[in-house]
Nanobody, 122 residues
Framework: QVELVESGGGLVQAGGSLRLSCAAS????????VGWFRQAPGKEREFVAA????????YYSDSVKGRFAISRDNAKNAVYLQMNSLKPEDTAVYYC???????????????WGQGTQVTVSS
């Protein structure tokens, strides 16, 4: 069992930056891949980024590539999502999720956090 808690969300102006954190507890976190997903009001949840267990491989959706960066610190049981050049369309609840392999498919993640709200004003 892995418990995930997101933090770092908030209100920011367009063009600004935020850093989201995903803190893990429970089983050995370093063996898990982690994905970030987001859900905007009235829309389905969508893939944002993923990272493998070691941090050597990262994956991004086209909408955030070049603006967002995912990283992890296994010594701290944490994964981060650095979000730069934020746009109003990035407004959503952001979730981190964990499972054995990094994937864009949310159904393949067994463990989920409760989400953190990111609001980007124009």
């Amino acid at each position: 069992q892995v418990e995930l808690v997101e933090s770092g969300g908030g209100l920011v102006q367009a063009g600004g930056s935020l850093r989201l954190s995903c803190a893990a507890s429970g089983q050995t976190f370093s063996v898990y891949a982690v994905g970030w997903f987001r859900q905007a009001p009235g829309k389905e949840r969508e893939f944002v980024a993923a990272i493998n267990w070691s941090g050597s491989s990262t994956y991004y959706s086209d909408s955030v590539k070049g603006r967002f960066a995912i990283s992890r610190d296994n010594a701290k049981n944490a994964v981060y999502l650095q979000m730069n050049s934020l746009k109003p369309e990035d407004t959503a609840v952001y979730y981190c999720a964990a499972d054995k392999m990094p994937t864009m498919r949310e159904r393949e993640y067994a463990y989920w956090g409760q989400g953190t709200q990111v609001t980007v004003s124009s």
